[in-house]
C-alpha cells in the first residue's frame, strides 16, 4: 500500500473529466504516490511543480488491449471515465461506461495492480430499467470479477461541480441540489472534491474489505476525513 511520499505508483482514467481533474489535483497535492500516469485518449495540460513525476499515456481505446504497457507496473488505479448518453449515444455510452472501463480493469490486473477504485452511481443497479444505472451495475461486477485483491466502489449522488461544458437543465439541478444540501447535505449531491479526497482516502485508510462500496453518505464521510491539501 502507499503512503504518503512513500513511493509507489498509479494510474488515472478519466482525468479529462470533472472528478478525474481534481482527483489528479488530490495525488499531486497529498503525493500518497511518487510516480502518477494518466491514461486517455489525448494530451492534457498537467499540474507541474508537485513534486510527483506525472506522465501521460495516449491510447485507442477501441484498441486498448495494444495499450497494455500503459496499465503495467502500478499498485493502484483510479477510474473516473464516462461519457453521457446525449454525447455519445446509446450504443457509445455503453461502450465508455462499460466495455473500456472493463477491458482496463482486466489490462491493469494483468499489470500487477492490486487495489482499483471505481466511480459509479449512486442506485446503479445491473437489473434496472433505466440504462444508466444498468451499465453502471454491469461494470460494477465486471471490474469486480477481474480479481482485484482490493475493489472500491463509490456511488456518489448528483456532483456538484463547475462544468466546463454548459449543460442548461444540469446548471439549474445543481442550484436546487446545492439548496437542497444546506438541510440533507449527504442525500441527493456530493461536491467533486468531496469524491476525489475519498478515493485517495480509500488508499490510505483501507476498509480491511476485498470489495468496499461507498454509497453518498459513506463518500461524504471519508472525503470530509480525508488530509485536506497543505495540512
Not at 127 to 153: Q, W
Not at 197 to 223: F, T
Amino acid at each position: 500500500m502507499a503512503a504518503p511520499g512513500g513511493g509507489g505508483s498509479c494510474f488515472v482514467l478519466g482525468a479529462s473529466g470533472e472528478t478525474g481533474r481534481v482527483l489528479l489535483r488530490e495525488l499531486c497535492a497529498q503525493r500518497p504516490f511518487s510516480r502518477v500516469t494518466v491514461i486517455g485518449r489525448r494530451q492534457l495540460s498537467l499540474p507541474e511543480g508537485s513534486g510527483v513525476a506525472v506522465e501521460q499515456a495516449v491510447v485507442d481505446f477501441e484498441r486498448l488491449a495494444e495499450h497494455a504497457d500503459a496499465f503495467r507496473g502500478h499498485d493502484v488505479g483510479f477510474c473516473c471515465l464516462g461519457t453521457t448518453r446525449s454525447k455519445a449515444g446509446a450504443d457509445g455510452f455503453v461502450r465508455v461506461d462499460r466495455d473500456y472501463v472493463a477491458k482496463a480493469a482486466e489490462l491493469a490486473r494483468a499489470g500487477g495492480c492490486k487495489h482499483f477504485v471505481l466511480q459509479s452511481s449512486q442506485h446503479a443497479n445491473e437489473n434496472s430499467s433505466f440504462l444508466y444505472l444498468r451499465v453502471k451495475g454491469e461494470v460494477e461486477k465486471l471490474v469486480e470479477a477481474v480479481g482485484f485483491d482490493r475493489c472500491t466502489i463509490l456511488r456518489p449522488a448528483m456532483l456538484l461541480c463547475a462544468r466546463q461544458e454548459c449543460r442548461p437543465t444540469e446548471w439549474i439541478m445543481q442550484k436546487v441540489l446545492r439548496f437542497s444540501s444546506l438541510f440533507f447535505p449527504t442525500a441527493y449531491s456530493v461536491p467533486v472534491e468531496t469524491v476525489a479526497r475519498a478515493m485517495v482516502a480509500s488508499v490510505l485508510q483501507p476498509s480491511g474489505e476485498k470489495v468496499e462500496v461507498l454509497e453518498n453518505k459513506a463518500i461524504h464521510q471519508r472525503g470530509k476525513a480525508a488530509p485536506q491539501p497543505g495540512t
